[in-house]
Every structure is written in C-alpha cells, then in structure tokens.
C-alpha cells in the first residue's frame, strides 16, 4: 500500500482497467494531450491532469474528441451498445445541460428501452464543486439531478481510497455510472493499495463511529464534517459520520442504523436546498424513521444562489466545519456537551 492523491488513485484505476481488459477505452477533450499533440507522459492528460501517460501505454485507445460535449456522450453511448466500455470525460458537470439528452434520454434508457438486452456498460467522469474561483458557469455540484434519473448509478468518492475502488467497479458495471471528482480534492493524499480493488455501490463508509448525533456527508463535505465531529468531541459531543459514497442507489440502511443509535441527524450536501441530497436523506428518515428522532433533522447546504465568483463570498457559499458544528449544537441539549 502506497500513499497517493486523489489524482494518481483515479489515473491508478484508469491504467488497471484498461491493462486488464481491452474493451476499456477513455475519450474527451485533451485526454491524449490535445488534438495533433505528441502524446508523450509530459502530455497534460485532461484539464486537470487526471488521464496523463495513459495515452502512450494504450495506443488507439485514449482517444481526443472535438469540444462537443453531445458527440462525447453520444459516441460514447453507442461504444458501449457495440461492446466497449468506454470511460467519457466531461471536463466540468456544469456543461452537463449541452450533452443531457444523451445520457438520461438515451444511456440511462436503453437497457430498459429494449427489454433488458442491451448493456450500456458507460462511465461519465465529471467534476464538480466550488472554491476554484472558477466562476458559477464552471463550479456546480449537480449531482442532484442525475441521482433523481432512473437507470443511472451516481459514485461521489471522497478519498484517494475511495476513488479507486468505486472507479473500478464504475468500470465493470453493465449500466451507465456517473462518477463525481471534486476538484478540490484532487491534491488530497491517503493510503491507496497498488492491485486492484473494488469497493460495491450502495455500501456506505461510516468514517467516524459516534453516539450523540449522525453527520451524513457527500464527497468533499466529509473532509468539513470529520473537521466539525473533532472539534464537537472537544465539548463532549459523540458525533458518528457517515459517507455514502453513492448516490444512486444510496445505502438508506447505514443511515438508518445511525440515527436509531444516535437519534439526530445532520446532512451535509455542498448543493443549494431546494431537492438536494440533503433533502433526499432526510426525507428518507422522516419517513421510515421518525420515531427514532430526538430532534428536529437539519440541513447544511449552500444558500439557494449561483455559485459567487468574489473568493470572500464563494468561501461563504461553501457548508464549513463551523456551520455543521453550529447545526450540530442547535439539537443537541446542554446535558450532552460539557
């Protein structure tokens, strides 16, 4: 086992998959390095870097597409109809409404479309969230919308560790897998096993045991929620944190399990309220398990705007650690701290 960032562990899945299986295939904008470049390791390997001497090692297969985001997807789908399995770039989720027909109309559709004989074994690779001041056309966290659409699966990994396994098993799964890349979290490093690993969909990751309060946290919001559960058992307070890891299905379970012990329950989901992941969880627990809750649920999200692009207010619009402390205190009763 090696230490390795975020970055190396998805390019790690990427060099493993296709060694092992040459129906793999990788395709986008600058992924070989730019339309006519040399292709060499130095080549830049996509916007941010991710795909980088893969182009050499798999000669015909990382292949540079036009800056179409609907012919991305599109051939892409129908790659994976003809027995491929091809891994598509989409340089930023933001850009996701050019190409959205093709992947919730036609590859979320076509196993059941045909009666369940086609297999769209498709990974979508996308980034997402804010704090790059990157501006609010290029720093969304859509992933709200394409958990809502049936026939997608949704991975949102949040460590190196995480990455790795969910993109392998992204990579072997008959059906169409959106698999969400903070750019914030590209640079983090964590221990990474150097074989292949697969970590299964809809199994969570409780990343902290606790017995006050459940924190449910997406992708980067988990590294602000372990922040907020060290400084909460400061004063006292026990605070279990719980990464799903996917979206779509999501392991409502785990979740469930949590707040039986614990009783309350924060969610955190760097998205604006309204139909969030924040929303989905806890209309989840308020449905099946009302009467497991000492306090009301609360929500951190970012506020109902676009994403700013002035960094003092972008920061702002970003949950923190101490907005999620503060959610925290809000339910719990003076007795339990101390």
């Known amino acids: 086992m090696s230490r390795k960032s975020?970055?190396?562990?998805?390019?790690?899945?990427?060099?493993q998959e296709m060694e092992r299986d040459a129906r793999v295939i990788v395709m986008g904008i600058d992924v070989a390095g730019?339309?006519?470049?040399?292709?060499?390791?130095?080549?830049?390997?996509?916007?941010?870097?991710?795909t980088k001497g893969l182009y050499k090692r798999f000669p015909g297969r990382v292949i540079d597409t036009p800056i179409s985001e609907s012919a991305i997807m599109g051939a892409a789908a129908g790659a994976a109809l003809s027995g491929l399995r091809p891994v598509a770039e989409l340089m930023f989720v933001d850009f996701l409404g050019v190409c959205l027909d093709q992947?919730?109309?036609q590859a979320a559709?076509?196993?059941?479309?045909?009666?369940?004989?086609?297999?769209?074994?498709l990974v979508i690779r996308a980034t997402i969230g804010?704090?790059?001041?990157a501006g609010a056309q290029h720093s969304q966290t859509l992933h709200p919308w394409l958990t809502a659409v049936p026939g997608l699966k949704v991975a949102m990994p949040s460590t190196p560790y995480d990455a790795k396994g969910l993109l392998i098993q992204a990579i072997r799964e008959?059906?169409?897998?959106i698999f969400l890349e903070s750019k914030v979290l590209y640079d983090i490093e964590g221990e990474v096993p150097d074989e292949a690993y697969r970590l299964?969909?809809?199994?969570?990751?409780?990343?902290?045991?606790?017995?006050?309060?459940?924190?449910?946290?997406?992708?980067?919001?988990?590294?602000?929620?372990?922040?907020?559960?060290?400084?909460?058992?400061?004063?006292?307070?026990?605070?279990?944190?719980?990464?799903?890891?996917?979206t779509s299905p999501i392991d409502s379970e785990t979740i469930l399990q949590s707040v039986e012990k614990t009783g309350r329950l924060v969610v955190v989901d760097e998205s604006p309220p309204r139909c969030s992941l924040a929303a989905d969880v806890a209309a989840i627990v308020a449905e099946e398990g009302f009467h497991m809750l000492k306090a009301p649920i609360r929500r951190v999200t970012c506020p109902h705007t676009p994403v700013p692009f002035a960094?003092?207010?972008?920061?702002?619009?970003?949950?923190?650690?101490q907005a999620i402390e503060a959610a925290v205190r809000s339910i719990i009763p003076a007795t339990v701290s101390r």
């Open 6 to 15: 975020y970055r190396q562990a998805i390019n790690e899945a990427l060099r």
């Open 34 to 50: 730019g339309q006519g470049g040399s292709g060499d390791i130095g080549s830049v390997g996509g916007c941010f870097g991710v």
């Open 103 to 105: 992947i919730y109309n």
């Open 109 to 121: 559709k076509f196993r059941y479309m045909f009666g369940g004989k086609a297999r769209t074994p």
């Open 130 to 133: 804010a704090g790059q001041r």
């Open 174 to 177: 008959d059906d169409p897998v």
């Open 200 to 246: 299964p969909f809809a199994e969570a990751n409780v990343v902290r045991a606790g017995s006050d309060v459940t924190i449910v946290a997406f992708s980067a919001m988990v590294q602000q929620a372990q922040k907020a559960a060290e400084a909460l058992a400061n004063s006292g307070v026990s605070a279990e944190v719980i990464d799903p890891r996917t």
């Open 311 to 321: 960094p003092n207010l972008e920061d702002a619009y970003i949950p923190s650690a």
